[in-house]
């Protein structure tokens, strides 16, 4: 197991590295790299549920997949980061937004879900709320949105999905209100920061599901934190 540790200005240099060395392992006939932060041989249990030989013409994509799961989160962090201005009109604005969705949402699968750790229940059960939800974000939270990654483990195997657990910091997020439609429109939250660990799964050149938990502790963001204290800690014990 290998920490990375993940300052947001560098996703796109990191993704041009990892994706150099992702190139250079298939070539070498592996399956797929981690920048030498991979964990190879053990996967989160989640993972390890769905682990199955494949029988499809959909599995066979997930083989042949030039991409993985810490590509795909980077990617979708740049789009999450792109700032919106606040202070133009609307028509202007919400061209933008849509713009923003579309790069947000090319990395995600058709049937993309938000799960619960805790319970295993549906957050966001499809790809339709997913994206109300997150033009309610993008249109609401305007250019003082950011998400960052901190700290991030990562897991790898030939033929198989991917996964990295990332720990996020999302500041001046806004949200529709709870109990409420995702698209924001019968209110919204005031803006916030929220501390999160995400597990992302990467399948067939998507990010098909992703699994949320509240860092209580605020671990992510602790400089103090190593990759032990982190791996021996309640809340990462939970993704395996």
């Known amino acids: ?29 592996g399956g797929g ?9 053990r996967e989160p249990e989640k993972a ?23 590509l795909l989160v980077n990617a979708q962090m740049e789009a999450y980061n792109e700032s919106i201005p606040n202070n133009i009109p609307p028509e202007k604005r919400l061209p933008i937004v849509n713009d923003k969705m579309k790069r947000f949402m090319d990395g995600f699968s058709d049937t993309v879900q938000i799960l619960d750790l805790k319970s295993g229940g549906a957050i966001i059960k ?9 033009s309610c974000v993008f249109r609401e939270s305007g250019s003082k949105l950011l998400g960052s990654c901190t700290k991030r483990f990562y897991y790898d195997a030939s033929n198989r999905p991917t996964f990295c657990i990332d720990y996020e910091t999302h500041a001046s997020l806004v949200t529709a209100m709870p109990g409420t439609p995702p698209d924001g429109k ?15 799964e990467e399948k067939g050149g998507k990010l098909t599901r992703m699994w949320l938990r509240p ?10 934190a190593s990759e032990d204290i982190i ?3 309640e809340a990462f014990k939970a993704f395996e």
């Open 1 to 29: 197991m290998a920490l990375l540790e993940v300052e947001n200005e560098t996703l796109k240099a990191e993704n041009r590295e990892l994706r150099k060395k992702l190139v250079e392992s298939l070539r070498r006939g």
């Open 33 to 41: 790299g981690g920048g030498g932060g991979d964990r190879r041989g």
């Open 48 to 70: 390890k549920e769905r682990r199955r030989e494949p029988s499809s013409a959909k599995d066979q994509e997930a083989i042949e997949s030039d991409t993985n799961a810490v």
């Open 126 to 134: 499809d790809r339709s709320t997913f994206m109300k939800r997150y």
């Open 186 to 200: 019968l209110g919204v939250r005031e803006a916030r920061t929220e501390y999160l660990i995400v597990l992302y």
């Open 215 to 224: 860092d209580t502790d605020k671990l992510g963001c602790d400089p103090t």
């Open 231 to 233: 791996a021996h800690s």
